[in-house]
């Protein structure tokens, strides 16, 4: 077989995988948008209750190929001034309906309104900030060869308990081995997770601290 005849095979079995993964995520996000109307009108009532307005968390990220996007999530802190990502204000703004949505992650639930637009996946490495495009090494940068996702293998595999570094090596990886199958493991593996609410916080702060790049002999 010819090398041109195989890479046509692995472009379209690579094609039929997005495809098929692309129908998985709209099925999903339309069950959990239906299904979990309730819960949805439920905790946006308590948000308003406790925190006021707005409802609804949204902030730029980067998706796709390092392409920007609204992120939409349930809002867990007061409103405040100071420089995003103030770890000492990020304590005293979190409140304690907020960190039982983070515990739970309850408030990830409006991304599928992202999954169900097309801007994430059910699956994929976790959307940042794109200010951090910049600061990646190559390897690093291939976690925009995929959607971001509403869980990822770093979500499982530690989630805020891990450096940086740790868990940009591992959206690296679930690039190079991403497969239905995986994506399944890691959904089962992120249900589990929630019901024992670990890994919200890094070791010191409320939320993860901000990514300021490697060192200059790690940009590979």
């Known amino acids: 077989m010819s090398f041109s005849r195989l890479g046509r095979r692995r472009n379209e079995k690579t094609a039929n995988g997005y495809l098929l993964k692309r129908i998985i995520d709209?099925?999903?996000?339309?069950?959990?948008?239906?299904?979990?109307?309730?819960?949805?009108?439920?905790?946006?009532?308590?948000?308003?209750?406790?925190?006021?307005?707005?409802?609804?968390?949204?902030?730029?990220?980067?998706?796709?190929?390092?392409?920007?996007?609204?992120?939409?999530?349930?809002r867990s802190m007061r409103l405040g001034a100071g420089e995003p990502g103030d770890q000492t204000l990020d304590e005293v703004r979190l409140t304690r309906f907020g960190?039982?949505?983070?515990?739970?992650s309850l408030d990830e639930l409006p991304g599928f309104v992202n999954v169900l637009r097309g801007d994430m996946s059910i699956v994929g490495p976790r959307p940042l900030l794109p200010e951090y495009l910049p600061l990646y090494s190559n390897r690093q940068s291939t976690r925009h060869e995929v959607r971001p996702g509403i869980t990822g293998l770093a979500q499982v595999s530690g989630r805020n308990l891990l450096t940086w570094q740790e868990r940009l090596e591992l959206d690296a990886w679930y690039v190079e081995h991403r497969s239905l199958g995986l994506d399944l493991r890691i959904i089962v593996l992120t249900l589990l997770?929630?019901?024992?609410?670990?890994?919200?916080?890094?070791?010191?702060?409320?939320?993860?601290?901000?990514?300021?790049?490697?060192?200059?002999d790690n940009h590979l």
């Open 99 to 104: 960190r039982f949505l983070r515990s739970t």
């Open 193 to 216: 997770q929630v019901t024992r609410r670990q890994g919200i916080s890094s070791r010191d702060a409320v939320t993860m601290h901000r990514f300021t790049g490697n060192a200059p």
């Open 26 to 74: 709209v099925i999903g996000s339309l069950a959990a948008l239906s299904l979990g109307a309730p819960l949805y009108l439920g905790i946006a009532l308590a948000v308003r209750l406790t925190m006021g307005r707005p409802v609804i968390f949204s902030q730029t990220r980067s998706g796709l190929f390092g392409s920007t996007f609204t992120l939409y999530k349930f």
